[in-house]
């Protein structure tokens, strides 16, 4: 993953988790004077050009006038609303996010073209297009799978499908981020 696609924690202006973002998103947030940085440790904010003199960030984008300390943690300048409930209609790259990227037969983790969808109960005997029918796997599982359930194919799912159900409780795989959140667990 490049340092651009690193997650940024997102917080309204009332200081409460939001959402995440990309770091590149976080920085046109920045630069635009949509939101500012937030130290994780102080808790003191930077604009834009004090962040990127005055920022202690760990890593750093660099451009040909300025090294730029990659965030953390942005609070926006003036939105105040609160999350709304994810959707979960039902999309490849959500399911490839729900599988975390990783064939559901063999456990291999892949890249998103390297990965197809499957049908647990092939489309052909009725299987429908959906969370609880789905699941993500490799070509070669797939393809070993074929026209069959996987107890016909003699294989094994590694975790049953589900619907997910993303909240910004689940998005706290930032040590740092634990320090804005509401509801710790």
């Known amino acids: 993953m490049s340092i651009l696609e690193r997650q940024v924690l997102v917080l309204n202006k009332s200081w409460m988790p939001v959402n995440v973002t990309s770091v590149k998103r976080a920085i046109c947030l920045l630069y635009s004077d949509l939101a500012r940085v937030v130290d994780a440790k102080t808790f003191e904010t930077y604009g834009f050009d004090k962040w990127c003199t005055e920022g202690a960030g760990k890593m750093f984008i660099k451009s040909v006038s300025k090294d730029i300390p990659v965030p953390e943690v942005i609070v926006l300048t003036s939105y105040n609303g609160m999350r709304v409930k994810q959707d979960t209609a039902f999309s490849r790259s959500k399911l490839l996010r729900r599988d975390e990227h990783t064939c559901q037969y063999c456990g291999e983790k892949l890249a998103g073209p390297e990965l197809t969808i499957d049908h647990v109960l092939p489309r052909s005997r ?19 799978k074929g026209d069959k359930t996987p107890e016909e194919a003699r294989m094994k799912l590694l975790t049953k499908p589900h619907i997910p159900s993303w909240s910004v409780k689940v998005m706290y795989d930032h040590e740092v981020w634990h320090r804005f959140s509401s509801n710790k667990g």
């Open 126 to 144: 009725g299987g429908k297009t959906d969370w609880l029918n789905c699941v993500i796997a490799c070509y070669r599982c797939n393809t070993k």
